[in-house]
């Protein structure tokens, strides 16, 4: 660990001392994010951690899905159970991976009570991706608990251009993509389809396919007017042969998940310091699980459950732009959300079906927040909401936040707030085979932190550092040992998450850049859940499991005078708890898994630019855990070993 920490400093101090140039565009210092306030604001005017990953730079460093492109993001620490499509969570600050709101053009992706599977989520036709890490539920209610991850779509605004590529590499992938977008200031579109497939990394049963369509249309009338539709439809299969232990045992199981996002926005100014947004918003998942009869090994059984997931919403918000240039939030939401699922269960011990299942809630909040409020060199922010739940009644939300500037390169800024996440489905009604619990309350939590930020020689780079504090409070807990129709889950543990967030960024006129962060995480389980053994999911005085106490994060690139670019990804992720399930009785057990060092590089080479009518061709390549070091995210599943992708780009238009 000495070694990497010195490592890390050094990396962290290179970078400042290389170019001597203004800096330009390539890694934004102070890019304008809404995510963070609901509010187009440059970064250095919110209180709060944010980070933008620009869709330009993703495509440029081959990152095709949103799971890669978080290992960017301090203190996020990204888990896959291996292969393509294998589940995949994000624990951000330590949280639970159902902290976090994900939203996609301000549409709602999150499950209801907060579970998001980022293994189909790709960066096809984005924009940018913002992530902000701490509470936001007052703005944006439920699951935002450690933070948001908002999508953006391009919105189309230049000359009419297309893309169209093809990839293939390791573990049999193919990869086949076409963008297309353009546009005015009165209109504009951009649309996407993509597909996706991998033979995976067992030798059977381990298919993945993956299929994304997304598109927006955007309509400007008059100055005074913006529509936006936007659309993202994915469908999913990924074959799987393992058990829980990790033992590739069945030849014939899968899950799969298909749906549409939708959302419909439109902007009015009704004067020239107040304006008008609603946004009608609609997510629907239908997914599932399927094992057939493996009639090689003579195994009758049959197992099958579908799940459809619909989240309706609409939301009207209006900002005025007061005289001292704060701004003053008031808004509404109201939310519809459903459920339906069954399951099919047969043995050679008898039939176990159980009987279909449809529930049903409603959701609804009023939200006001006064932004950018000048006191002195103090800005000041402050925001609060009520949220109205059809279960568990109303439960009220704030968030402070403020930035002292020392000098004109120096900032401080500090915030502090409570979330909640509402129960899921499951945990409320009865699905299946467990008993819900109609009466929980939220999980919530007590945040604060405090920034300071640093611009470094003349403009060119900026260092940061964090300190977080986080409480998690009345956490959900499930209890296996109940009488029957007793509830299996209630509200019990506690948990703290704390530490620091160090950053760098260096940008400049030359072909050079880079970044590079350190995350050091304490979580704590203060309060146990049911299980008091020292293996239990929620054991007292243990970490929270697969979250890492030490990461880091360095990241490079050079740009190949319009030729194209080269750059290096370099990901540390320390030792972490993680749990082992032994044969029965025997119980789960806690277990450490070893740190390990991932390094991904890319390019991709212009060789002949789009002019006039001409196509432009371009060739790329990227290879993922270039050492080929052997790690697992996940005990017993282990992560993908050298990955190489190699394709090419017919690019029609300016790009």
């Known amino acids: ?49 944010v980070t933008v990953l620009r869709g330009t730079d993703l495509a440029a460093q081959g990152v095709a899905s949103v799971l890669e492109a978080l290992r960017d993001v301090p203190g996020a620490t990204v888990v896959q159970t291996g292969s393509f499509g294998g589940q995949t969570s994000l624990f951000l600050r330590g949280g639970q991976s159902n902290y976090v709101k994900v939203l996609v053009d301000g549409v709602p992706m999150n499950q209801p009570g907060g579970t998001f599977d980022f293994a189909n989520l790709t960066t096809d036709n984005i ?23 908002q ?44 597909h996706f497939s991998s033979n995976g990394l067992y030798a059977f049963n381990n298919r993945y396919l993956n299929t994304v369509v997304s598109g927006l249309a955007r309509a400007a009338p008059d100055e005074r007017t913006e529509a936006t539709f936007t659309l993202r439809y994915g469908d999913a299969i990924f074959h799987f042969p393992t058990n829980g232990s990790g033992v590739p045992v069945d030849p014939t199981q899968f899950t799969y998940g ?11 100014s009704l004067a020239p310091r107040v304006d008008l947004r609603l946004l009608l918003a609609t997510s629907e998942t239908t997914s599932g699980f399927d094992d057939a009869p ?13 799940d459809d997931l619909r989240r309706s919403s609409a939301d009207l918000q209006a900002n005025v732009h007061l005289p001292a240039g704060s701004v003053l939030t008031v808004g509404a939401t109201v939310e519809d959300e459903h459920y339906r699922g069954f399951n099919i269960c047969q043995t050679s011990f008898g039939d176990c079906t159980t009987p279909p299942v449809a529930a049903a809630r409603r959701n609804a909040a009023v939200y006001g927040q006064l932004g950018g409020a000048e006191l002195g060199p103090v800005s000041l922010t402050a ?92 956490m959900i807990d499930y209890n296996p040992n109940v009488a029957a129709a007793a ?109 390990y060092l991932r390094v991904d590089v890319a390019a991709t080479l212009v060789l002949r630019p789009a002019e006039g009518g001409t196509p432009g061709l371009a060739v790329t390549a990227r290879v993922e855990n270039a050492l080929d070091h052997a790690y697992e995210e996940v005990k017993n599943f282990p992560a993908r070993r050298r990955t190489i992708f190699v394709g090419g780009e017919l690019r029609f238009g300016p790009q």
């Open 151 to 194: 999508i953006f779509t391009r919105p189309g605004t230049a000359s009419a251009r297309a893309t169209v590529r093809v990839q293939g590499g390791t573990y049999g992938t193919l990869a086949v993509d076409a963008e297309a977008a353009g546009g005015t200031h009165e209109a504009g579109y951009s649309v996407s389809v993509s």
């Open 258 to 268: 298909s749906g549409p996002s939708v959302g419909f926005a439109v902007r009015r």
């Open 127 to 149: 924009e940018r991706i913002e992530v902000v890490r701490g509470p936001a539920s007052v703005l944006y209610g439920s699951d935002a608990v450690t933070g948001v991850v």
């Open 294 to 306: 493996d009639s090689a090994a003579g195994d009758s059984s049959r197992f099958q459950n579908l």
């Open 487 to 595: 509830p299996n889950y209630y509200t019990l543990a506690a948990a703290t998450a704390n530490g620091v967030e160090l950053g760098l960024r260096y940008a400049s006129t030359g072909p050079l850049w880079a970044t590079a962060s350190y995350t050091y995480l304490h979580t704590d389980v203060t309060n146990p859940g049911f299980d008091s053994s020292s293996g239990a999911l929620l054991a007292t005085g243990q970490p929270l499991i697969r979250r890492p106490k030490h990461a880091g994060r360095l990241d490079l690139g050079y740009e190949l005078r319009q030729r194209g670019t080269v750059s290096l990804a370099a990901t540390y992720v320390g030792d972490r708890a993680d749990r082992v399930f032994p044969p029965f009785p025997a119980p789960p057990r806690r277990i450490t898994l070893p740190s």
């Open 383 to 474: 925001g609060s909401r009520l949220e109205d739940n059809e279960r568990f009644g109303t439960y009220a939300t704030v968030r402070l936040g403020a930035i002292y500037r020392l000098a004109a390169d120096t900032r401080v800024r500090a915030s502090a707030g409570n979330a909640f996440r509402e129960p899921a489905f499951g945990e409320n009604y009865s699905t299946g085979y467990t008993v819900g619990n109609p009466n929980l309350k939220p999980e919530h939590s007590r945040s604060w932190e405090l920034g300071l930020e640093q611009s470094l020689v003349r403009g060119r780079a900026s260092l940061s550092a964090t300190f977080f504090d986080q409480r998690f409070l009345d």
């Open 1 to 49: 660990m000495r070694g990497w920490c010195t490592t890390m400093a050094a990396l962290l101090v290179v970078p400042v001392c290389l170019g001597s140039q203004e800096p330009k565009d390539t890694v934004p210092l102070n890019p304008v994010v809404v995510t963070a306030t609901r509010v187009a604001m440059p970064a250095s005017d919110v209180p709060v951690s």
